[in-house]
Nanobody
Framework: QVLLEESGGGLVQPGGSLRLSCTYS????????MNWHRQAPGKQRELVAS???????TYAESVKGRFTISKDNTKNTLYLQMNSLKVEDTAMYSC???????????????WGRGTQVTVSS
């Protein structure tokens, strides 16, 4: 079962905006810290943004001031608002979260399969 699923990727021009969503399964017993990552072909995966259960956010320096991570627990959704997009933001964007699928299970990190963001003129 896929517990996280990203959407909202696509083609956007430099300077444009895009909002990514990551919906998580209602079958998850508990969900904790959540993250957005990105990876371009042949490059290392980069942690873009994180949000803790308390709502504390962190960002990679390359996106700080341009991207905003947020979540809406009532909608079981994590968001990444991306503004002032640059060509170098082009990557596959994936979400991850630390979860418990079942009560008393050890928390573990699970991943979505990603959504492609391409910034090009």
């Amino acid at each position: 079962q896929v517990l996280l699923e990203e959407s909202g990727g696509g083609l956007v021009q430099p300077g444009g905006s895009l909002r990514l969503s990551c919906t998580y399964s209602k079958s998850i017993f508990s969900i904790y810290d959540m993250n957005w990552h990105r990876q371009a072909p042949g490059k290392q995966r980069e942690l873009v943004a994180s949000i803790t259960t308390a709502g504390t956010t962190t960002y990679a320096e390359s996106v700080k001031g341009r991207f905003t991570i947020s979540k809406d627990n009532t909608k079981n959704t994590l968001y990444l608002q991306m503004n002032s997009l640059k060509v170098e933001d082009t990557a596959m964007y994936s979400c991850s979260a630390v979860v418990r699928k079942v009560e008393h299970e050890h928390p573990y990190e699970t991943w979505g399969r990603g959504t492609q963001v391409t910034v090009s003129s």
